[in-house]
């Protein structure tokens, strides 16, 4: 693959590691006994989690309270068991989003990622879902700001991915056309999908290595397992403008 003129970037799990989900809520529970069985009530929040979250409508407006979203589904699970005490469940959602912000990490080498592209010619675009407190909050701890010409947020602009308005604003802001243009990021209708209706190349990154799942229909345009495996990808021309001839060794 050859470096495009433009390249759209999702934040989480992308760039931002917050994948340490399931130990967060399994510390937040640890705080609830011996009111409920800690284990059980883990079982039910994992549960619930997985149903809150698969529901589009329930995910879009989630995401721009996610406080407020953990909140609902501790007190759904408290309820579940058989407890009446709300406040446990208050206590139990404030220790997670409080374990969830010690945790959350840049991933090795993305910002340096960041940097190459942008030192080659690249107009850099950081598209992300979230309310607008949340993600700015990321964007300053992690001094993301410079290495974006654009900063495209949801919870700023009313609409977010998979809307094809956001590509599109991208794609107008940075002046790039969408067969120059590459998304990069964690979600196969969001970053991948979405962008490849629009003509715009989707790179999905399946941090997790498990592979796309059996019943999927899309195909991204290159997989890799983290940001920084790009510029292993990658061929620039050299100094003459020729492509270089890849060899066998």
Not at 26 to 31: G, L, N, Q, T
Not at 56 to 75: M, S
Request: proline share 5%.
């Amino acid at each position: 693959m050859e470096l495009p003129q433009a390249v759209l970037v999702d934040l989480d799990d992308t760039i931002v590691d917050g994948s340490a989900v399931v130990d967060c809520w399994e510390v937040a529970c640890e705080c609830c006994g011996p009111i409920v069985d800690s284990q059980t009530l883990l079982a039910e929040i994992l549960r619930l989690r997985d149903w809150f979250w698969s529901d589009p409508e329930r995910h879009r407006v989630g995401r721009l309270d996610l406080r407020a979203a953990r909140r609902q589904i501790a007190e759904m699970a408290v309820t579940n068991i058989g407890c009446d005490d709300l406040t446990l469940a208050a206590r139990i959602a404030e220790r997670y989003d409080d374990c969830r912000d010690r945790r959350t990490a840049l991933f090795p080498g993305a910002v340096d990622v960041l940097t190459w592209l942008r030192a080659n010619g690249c107009r850099l675009a950081l598209l992300t879902n979230g309310a607008t407190d949340a993600q700015r909050e990321k964007i300053e701890r992690f001094r993301l700001a410079p290495l974006f010409d654009l900063i495209l947020i949801e919870g700023e602009l009313g609409f977010g991915k998979p809307d094809e308005r956001i590509y599109r604003l991208a794609l107008t802001e940075l002046a790039a056309t969408p067969r120059h243009t590459w998304m990069i990021g964690d979600n196969l209708e969001f970053d991948v999908a979405q962008p490849q209706k629009l003509g715009i190349t989707g790179i999905w990154v399946n941090a997790t290595g498990a592979g796309l799942p059996a019943d999927c229909d899309i195909c991204p345009d290159l997989v890799i397992r983290r940001l920084a495996e790009l510029r292993e990808r990658i061929r620039l021309p050299l100094s003459d403008g020729s492509m270089p001839v890849d060899s066998e060794g």
